[in-house]
């Protein structure tokens, strides 16, 4: 609980001394600096977009019933998410800090405005494609090595998780599909809040 509530007023103090990222945001538009990196890592990890992500990633594996040693029912699941939490932490601490290093922007933009068949295939493009310090798509060289780097170094402190290729294998494409549905989730929520925001009051007449 302690290390949630530091990781909780360390988000609030970098959100509020960094800018938000608008929805119709640009990638080049603006540098992505070190504050920013730290800022993205916290936000990426506890933010929404990733919680949301987790659902999914943990209710797959209590799914599966990997690792074994958690539970299929309702608390297995919690233990899955927080495990999956952790994971998803390091793979974007990595992430951030490979990228500093050739300048990879790793923020998602939103494809806001483009046909529906557009955005979902931006949605699962992102996954796997970056930009540049100016603004150009590349492709996602630091999650490449960030996300299998992550599942490794989980598993050396998680006794309970099974270390094959094949398992590896799993959670490296589990970690690619949570990107997607965290994407996904970025893309699409502000379209729904906005209707729902415009949305007239069923008792006026």
Do not use: C
């Amino acid at each position: 609980m302690r290390i949630a509530a530091m990781i909780l007023a360390s988000a609030t103090v970098v959100a509020a001394q960094s800018p938000a990222q608008s929805d119709d945001a640009i990638a080049g538009d603006s540098p992505f600096t070190t504050r920013d990196r730290f800022r993205w890592v916290v936000l990426t990890t506890i933010g929404p977009k990733n919680l949301a992500a987790g659902v999914f990633v943990a209710g797959i594996n209590t799914w599966r019933g990997e690792p074994e040693s958690y539970s299929t029912h309702w608390d297995g699941f919690g233990q899955r998410y927080g495990a999956r939490l952790a994971g998803g932490a390091t793979s974007h601490a990595f992430e951030a800090g490979f990228g500093s290093l050739w300048g990879e922007d790793p923020r998602y933009y939103r494809a806001a405005g483009r046909p529906l068949r557009a955005r979902l295939g931006h949605v699962v493009k992102m996954a796997f494609v970056t930009h540049n310090r100016n603004g150009d798509p590349q492709p996602a060289y630091a999650r490449y090595i960030a996300i299998p780097a992550g599942v490794l170094v989980t598993n050396t402190w998680r006794p309970d998780s099974p270390t094959t290729i094949g398992d590896v294998s799993v959670k490296v494409g589990l970690g690619f599909l949570s990107r997607v549905v965290g994407n996904a989730f970025t893309e699409f929520t502000p379209d729904l809040r906005n209707r729902f925001k415009h949305r007239p009051d069923p008792d006026v007449n």
